[in-house]
């Protein structure tokens, strides 16, 4: 939606958590197609960066059974904290990645550059092959049921499962674009509520995320 309020354009584009990559439950193919496609990091480097994303985000998993308590990521920030992550490649994927749980990435609701890395498999030798050469582009269909877990059936697995899927359809990204009288353009990802009634995290954006 498109908005004029005393001289100050906006567009709101509201988008579900699906449409970005979890840091809390996105799988290893997804979170390694994203450093190397968009964060610009080599096969290498990016499963290092993977499998310290995976080792944050399970301490203390299990605190909380009722999802609540869950103490992976709290703030895209955290990143920064995982071994061989570097600023450049943080600055090019934090607009694509958030902390909510979900189950999978939504490509149909994606940003162009997000939903163009994960649906190109035209050619086989460019990214997507993690360190195991399975390929990291093939992910499921959101539409389809969910995969009750991946790996070693244990409780932290199951309680993952159901947090992914209580969580992540109760949250929403509103990406604003903003133009004040004197030409100053900002883009903002606010993060809210699925009604709407309670603002979780607003985060500045790099205003190429969002295409039109």
């Given amino acids: 939606k498109q908005y004029n309020v005393e001289g100050v354009a ?3 584009t509201l988008l579900p958590a699906s449409a970005y990559v979890s840091l809390n439950s996105s799988s290893e193919q997804e979170l390694f197609t994203l450093l190397v496609g968009l964060g610009g ?3 290498t480097e990016a499963y290092e960066m993977v499998q310290g994303v995976l080792a944050y985000r399970s301490q203390g998993g299990a605190a909380g059974r009722s999802g609540r308590d869950f103490s ?9 904290a995982v071994p061989g992550m570097t600023r ?5 994927v934090k607009d694509f990645v958030h902390t909510h749980m979900t189950s999978g990435l939504n490509t149909s609701q994606a940003p162009d550059s997000l939903a163009a890395l994960f649906s190109d498999k035209s050619d086989e030798g460019s990214v997507g092959a993690d360190a195991t ?3 990291a582009r093939a992910i499921r269909d959101p539409n389809a049921p969910a995969k009750l877990v991946q790996g070693p059936l244990t409780f932290e697995s199951i309680y993952r499962h159901k947090a992914a899927v209580v969580r992540g359809s109760a949250v929403n990204a509103a990406v604003v674009d903003v133009t004040l009288p004197n030409g100053y353009a900002a883009t903002l990802r606010v993060w809210i ?3 709407g009634s309670r603002v979780l995290r607003v985060e500045p954006m790099n205003p190429s995320v969002l295409e039109s």
């Avoid at 450049?88 to 090019?92: I, K, V």
């Fill in 133 to 135: 050469g399975s390929d």
């Fill in 41 to 43: 990091a080599d096969s």
């Fill in 10 to 12: 906006g567009t709101v």
């Fill in 193 to 195: 509520n699925q009604a």
């Fill in 88 to 92: 450049d490649t943080y600055d090019r």
């Fill in 72 to 80: 992976g990521f709290r703030f895209r920030e955290e990143l920064m």
